[in-house]
């Protein structure tokens, strides 16, 4: 099978092994990667070259149990004829994902990008600036198995940006942060580093961080349009409407995502807060209870060391707040859950005015 279209977004041997194991070998499908997503139609990259395509009823139907329907960066198997809008028909598994708590009153998992090697989390270096949301976004990057980069953009706008650098590591250990300035041409050598051929990498960040006029600087030429922040408090407007990927000059493919203005975090188990506080998980180690909350206990190493100022109470109420606010997203959907699974019927004991809503399944 010549793949030579589809390896500029990153097919490799590793997906073609993970074709043939999902057993998708098949005449009638061919692999493709989703590429933008438009609501109710994708656009994709396939052997044949871009086209158009929409999921199966089937595959819907699927990701309604779910919650997650096919997303930018995913590989999936279609079929269709040359020139035509293709059907999505299956999704290979992923290797990684991008991902938060949707938006409303309904638990459940909201999918911004898969497969992604690095995640790069852009934070302005102006009146928006801010630690606490920092610790959510690289939280989320673990969560999902991601990598996290803090770009620091707009650093000509900032006096003092290697103390703002130490601020970000002293949240973030053992993450890279990034000082950049797009308008003056620093720090891009420093960028390219994670833009190599094959890799994946995902940028994320608050409106008016910088994420548009970034991709423009990566591509070396305007493919997103840009606009400026609110100069009382460096607030911007969304200008990226919806998720896409471009395949930069240095061969790696990228995904720009809309601003977010508020991130519900997505649990995806302890894993993403051990390596986002892992300083904090370390001294938890030696607090004299196993159980340990850090909030009262005698013995407690976290207090501790607060009151020795080697850990910000910044950082331990933020782990808290985030602990907390993940157990409480646990218990939720495992409510949904259990409402789904007591909801689903097997097909003979549904009533006919179901079945005969064949209509809405004539692409399976």
Known sequence: MENKGIENY????????RWSEEQLSWESRRPARIVADH?????????????????????????????L??????????????????????????????????AGPVTKEQLIAANVDTLLIVAALNHDFNLRRLERYVLMAWNGGVRPVIVLSKSDLCDDVQGRIREVEGIAPGVEVLAISAIEGQGKEMLETYLKPGATVA???????????????????EVQITQSVREGDS?????????????????????????MRELHLWDEGEEGLSQAFGEIEELSGTCRFMDCSHTKEEGCAVKKAIENGELDEKRLNNFLKMQKEMQYQRRKEEVASRKRTASSKPVKTRKAKHVQRAKDWEQD
């Open 10 to 17: 990153g097919w490799s041997a590793t997906w073609e092994k």
């Open 39 to 67: 609501g109710h139609m994708q656009r994709l990259i396939t052997v044949d070259g871009e086209c158009w395509g929409k999921v199966s009823g089937k595959l819907r139907h699927d990701s309604l149990e779910t919650g």
């Open 69 to 102: 329907a096919p997303a930018v960066g995913d590989w999936v198997a279609v079929a269709g004829e040359q020139g035509e809008e293709v059907i999505i028909h299956h999704v290979l598994p992923r290797q990684s994902r991008v991902s938060r708590q949707a």
């Open 203 to 221: 940028l994320t960040g608050s409106s008016g961080s910088g994420k548009s006029t970034l991709v423009n600087w990566m591509m070396g030429k």
């Open 235 to 259: 607030r911007g407007r969304h200008t990226t409407t919806h998720r896409e990927m471009f395949v930069l000059p240095q061969g790696a493919v990228l995904i720009d995502t809309p601003g």
